[in-house]
């Protein structure tokens, strides 16, 4: 089981060492993806693909010290042909991983879910993100932050099927989920908890994982319960009722706990990783490793 950052990218470079996933990279007239990208290649984790304006990316390796020669480079007029280009690089199998350079990320994740491309492989793509969090002694996934806004009771069901497929690809045999809530116990005066439930026995009963539980606060989901429980204290997978949750709670946790950030769309054939340019160089290496080690462990 990887329970780093560090052994996220250790388990990359292995991987790499069979098969080196090549990652396509729509729309990378970016700098700071060029970087991502290229500091994530010269650490033996993936080559890649770059498709955009060639003549705009090639003076951008250019000024960023970087050689052209080291990337495959694919011209594309505009963003939606960079799109179309970088999607069928993944169809046709050329690349295991996507990575949203500067294009739309609703044209991009529409591009990935049309039925022509062949990616598509569960219901929903949801967001991931998996965070070493000072003093909690494995990976903790949080999820959905970033896709999908009020998922409704299948979605939700998708999100963390979505989710214990991630956390098995890094290593976790039986992950821990835990549905967040505003209460430890399903009250009608609060609906989301009573869905909570409803979705960690559906989880349950559909065999999606053996340990789903909720609705549960965050505190009780991080700390020792004290009713019986198989989850709390030790979670591997946190998710939300909202998008709101997610991602206000992963962005303090980013600003004030000094953690390391992995994030990957998932529920689709290739991993697809969105890079910030607000992120720090650290956590672009790790969501790109992460993305990494999902495409190579997947094959």
């Known amino acids: 089981m990887l329970t ?32 991502a990208v290229a500091n994530a290649q010269k650490a033996g984790m993936v080559q890649a693909h770059l498709v955009g304006g060639a003549a705009k990316i090639e003076k951008l390796l250019g000024e960023l010290s970087l050689s052209a020669s080291d990337f495959r480079i694919t011209d594309a007029a505009d963003a939606k042909s960079a799109i179309e280009k970088a999607v069928e690089l993944c169809s046709r199998g050329e690349c295991s991983v996507l990575m949203k350079g500067k294009v739309p990320t609703p044209d991009l994740m529409k591009a990935v879910l049309a039925p022509d491309a ?44 979505n989710a214990v497929r991630v956390s098995r690809l890094i290593g976790v045999d039986q992950p821990k989920v835990a549905l967040l809530g505003v209460l430890d116990e399903a009250d009608p005066d609060f609906p989301s908890t009573v869905e909570a439930a409803a979705v960690a026995r559906a989880c349950v009963e559909r065999g999606i994982a053996r340990f789903v539980e909720g609705p549960m606060t965050l505190r009780t989901a ?36 000094g953690t390391t950030f992995m994030g990957v769309i998932t529920g689709a054939k290739v991993p697809l990783s969105l890079v910030s340019r607000s992120d720090p160089p650290e956590n672009k290496m790790a969501s790109l490793a992460l993305a990494a080690v999902m495409a190579g462990e997947a094959k």
């Open 222 to 257: 991080l700390t020792k319960s004290a009713r019986p429980s198989a989850v709390a204290g030790e979670p591997d997978i946190l998710v939300s009722h909202a998008i709101e949750e997610i991602n206000i709670t992963v962005k303090a946790l980013n600003l004030f706990r």
């Open 118 to 161: 062949g990616l598509r492989i569960g219901k929903v793509l949801s967001h991931c993100a998996v965070l070493e969090l000072p003093g909690y002694p494995k990976l903790l996934s949080f999820t959905d932050g970033g896709v999908l806004a009020t998922p409704d009771f299948e979605q939700k069901i998708c999100i963390v099927e």
């Open 4 to 35: 780093t950052a560090r052994m996220v990218m250790e388990r990359a470079r292995e991987l790499a060492k069979m098969h080196v996933p090549v990652v396509a990279v729509a729309g990378a007239e970016d700098d700071d993806v060029l970087l």
